[in-house]
Nanobody
Framework: QVMLVESGGGLVQAGGSLRLSCAAS????????MGWYRQAPGKQRELVAS???????NYADSVKGRFTISRDNAKDTVSLQMNSLQPDDTAVYYC????????????WGQGTQVTVSS
C-alpha cells in the first residue's frame, strides 16, 4: 500500500503562485501515470494535470500555460507549479497515482486546500 501526502496549499491572492508537492511513501517508479485533480465546492472532481513515467504531460484547458506538472522519481515526488492563480482555481487539490496507462487511479492523497482571493 502506497500513501500519497500533499502539501503546499494555502491562501493566495489572484495573480499569485503556489507550488503543490505530493510525497509518496514508496517508489513512484511503479506508477505509469501521476496526476493532480481538484474539486471545488458543489462541483465534480476534475483532472488538472497528469504526467507519465516517460514525461508526457496532459493539462486541463483551464490551466494550460499557467500550471506545470513535474515528477522526480529519485525523490518519489510529484509537483504542481501553479502561476497566475484565479479565484476559479479555488478547490481541494488531490494527488493520484496509477500503474496502468489508462483507467482508474489506484491511489489517492487526502488533498490540500487552495484558496485564491480576488
Amino acid at each position: 500500500q502506497v500513501m500519497l501526502v500533499e502539501s503546499g496549499g494555502g491562501l493566495v491572492q489572484a495573480g499569485g503562485s503556489l507550488r503543490l508537492s505530493c510525497a509518496a511513501s514508496g517508489s513512484i517508479f511503479m506508477f505509469n501515470v501521476m496526476g493532480w485533480y481538484r474539486q471545488a465546492p458543489g462541483k465534480q472532481r476534475e483532472l488538472v494535470a497528469s504526467i507519465t513515467s516517460g514525461g508526457s504531460r496532459n493539462y486541463a484547458d483551464s490551466v494550460k500555460g499557467r500550471f506545470t506538472i513535474s515528477r522526480d522519481n529519485a525523490k518519489d515526488t510529484v509537483s504542481l507549479q501553479m502561476n497566475s492563480l484565479q479565484p476559479d482555481d479555488t478547490a481541494v487539490y488531490y494527488c493520484a497515482a496509477r500503474k496502468r496507462l489508462t483507467g482508474l487511479y489506484d491511489y489517492w492523497g487526502q488533498g490540500t486546500q487552495v484558496t485564491v482571493s480576488s
